[in-house]
T-cell receptor
Framework: EDQVTQSPEALRLQEGESSSLNCSYT??????LFWYRQDPGKGPEFLFT???AGEEKEKERLKATLTKKESFLHITAPKPEDSATYLC???????????FGSGTRLSIRP | GAVVSQHPSRVICKSGTSVKIECRSL??????MFWYRQFPKQSLMLMAT?????????EQGVEKDKFLINHASLTLSTLTVTSAHPEDSSFYIC?????????????FGPGTRLTVL
């Protein structure tokens, strides 16, 4: 069964304190893994697509990495404006739709 | 690039009325559009998949006669909530999948907050 699990559910960090969010998945024939950021009351904002194990992508203080079983979203020296819910998702094995994890609520204290 | 808009951003209506929400891909053609619903502090729940020129595919438990979806062109899909009731109050979000490069990546609209009184 296709499944996506994110951890931790919530993470509170001090400004400047680096950390990582985890997304583990079970799907046959991975066709991509997506990371999104969602602010309260808004739609998810696209961050990254990773296609194969070993791939890495960076955007400002965020870096996403991918292995055969999981992906990490590393956040380096975060700022309060990085506070949001981070969602990962993968396409279903046999359909065009994607399955979301439950998200990690990240809170950065000044 | 890959901008998706939704209109309206917020709507309040009386019970029994119908509400139409528009989703547009502004700078790309979308082969497929998706409609989601999100309750507070929960992740997105897929309602239906919409392909241009064909009938939408609804997820299990979603009433197709209540949530009418029309995908008239490669840049526009609409969701109509018919005879809305308070339990339909939610945050509705659409997404669009682009052709070609970055296939399968979905780009999301800003969402529509529906409140049924």
């Amino acid at each position: 069964e296709d499944q996506v699990t994110q951890s931790p559910e919530a993470l509170r960090l001090q400004e400047g304190e680096s950390s990582s969010l985890n997304c583990s998945y079970t799907v046959s024939g991975l066709r991509g893994l997506f990371w999104y950021r969602q602010d309260p009351g808004k739609g998810p904002e696209f961050l990254f697509t990773l296609y194969s194990a070993g791939e890495e992508k960076e955007k400002e203080r965020l870096k996403a990495t991918l292995t055969k079983k999981e992906s990490f979203l590393h956040i380096t020296a975060p700022k309060p404006e990085d506070s949001a819910t981070y969602l990962c998702a993968v396409p279903y094995s046999s359909a065009s739709k994607i399955i979301f994890g439950s998200g990690t609520r990240l809170s950065i204290r000044p | 690039g890959a901008v998706v808009s939704q209109h309206p951003s917020r709507v309040i209506c009386k019970s029994g009325t119908s509400v139409k929400i528009e989703c547009r891909s502004l700078d790309f053609q979308a082969t497929t559009m998706f409609w989601y619903r999100q309750f507070p502090k929960q992740s997105l729940m897929l309602m239906a998949t919409s392909n241009e020129g064909s009938k939408a595919t609804y997820e299990q438990g979603v009433e197709k006669d209540k949530f009418l979806i029309n995908h008239a062109s490669l840049t526009l899909s609409t969701l109509t909530v018919t005879s809305a009731h308070p339990e339909d109050s939610s945050f509705y979000i659409c997404s669009a999948r682009a052709r070609g490069v970055g296939a399968d990546t979905q780009y999301f609209g800003p969402g529509t907050r529906l409140t049924v009184l």
